[in-house]
């Protein structure tokens, strides 16, 4: 089975601090998702990466930034924190498997809920 | 914005009956669909997908329907059941390179 890890279900963080939110894959996934859940508004694409070094912007990418130095492994970044980012932060991951092209069926982790105060 | 919506932001049924959670979308070079279940506290899970070759594909107690002529995408559980109380995601992929584009969601609370 895929499994998407996020490095934590819940984090309280302050405003201005730097915030880095962790995402791990391990089904040699080239693509790597993140999006944010607000009630109300759906998943929200952050920014997204089809290869190792590659970013591009979502749909909402202020206020946020994003490293891929492996394939595995996808973090987001809040460069300074603001309440208007307490959200549930959601990963994903896709590539080619039997069945599916790469950028459909997407696994998601079980998220990380961030509190910013 | 989005071109993916939904009919319904919530919609309650009888444990046993069936279910319908509807959801539109606005381009017709989508070409790939899919429905997520989220359970509280949980990320979104896969539960059936469809491309726009097709009509209509079959799952465990699923059903998903694909109306090309209206851009209208259904969800269909037969004999709910009080574990598929969830929100209810529908997702499409355009052509080219763009990740999935996801709607707002319905919320399905099963009634014992």
């Known amino acids: 089975d895929v499994k998407v890890t996020q490095s934590s279900r819940y984090l309280v963080k302050r405003t201005g601090e730097k915030v880095f939110l962790e995402c791990v894959q391990d089904?040699?996934?080239?693509?790597m998702f993140w999006y944010r859940q607000d009630p109300g508004l759906g998943l929200r694409l952050i920014y997204f990466?089809?290869?190792?070094?590659?970013?591009e912007k979502g749909d909402i990418p202020e206020g946020y930034s994003v490293s891929r130095e492996k394939k595995e492994r996808f973090s987001l970044i809040l460069e300074s924190a603001s309440t208007n980012q307490t959200s549930m932060y959601l990963c994903?991951?896709?590539?080619?498997?039997?069945?599916?092209?790469?950028?459909?069926?997407?696994?998601f982790g079980q998220g990380t809920r961030l509190t910013v105060v | 914005g989005e071109s993916v919506g939904l009919h319904l932001p919530t919609l309650s049924v009888q444990e046993g009956d069936n279910s319908i959670i509807n959801c539109a979308y606005s381009?017709?070079?989508?070409?790939?669909f899919i429905w997520y279940k989220q359970e509280s506290g949980k990320g979104p899970q896969f539960i059936i997908d469809?491309?726009?070759?097709?009509d209509k594909r079959q799952g465990q107690r699923v059903t998903v329907l694909l109306n090309k002529t209206v851009k209208h995408l259904s969800l269909q559980i037969a004999a709910t059941q009080p574990g598929d109380s969830a929100v209810y995601f529908c997702?499409?992929?355009?052509?080219?390179?763009?990740?999935?584009?996801f709607g707002k969601g319905t919320r399905l609370s099963v009634i014992a």
């Open positions: 089904m040699d996934h080239e693509n």
């Open positions: 990466s089809y290869d190792v070094k590659m970013k």
């Open positions: 997702a499409e992929l355009l052509s080219g390179n763009t990740p999935l584009v």
């Open positions: 469809i491309r726009s070759n097709m």
């Open positions: 994903a991951s896709s590539g080619e498997q039997a069945g599916w092209s790469a950028r459909e069926k997407a696994f």
């Open positions: 381009n017709s070079a989508s070409d790939y």
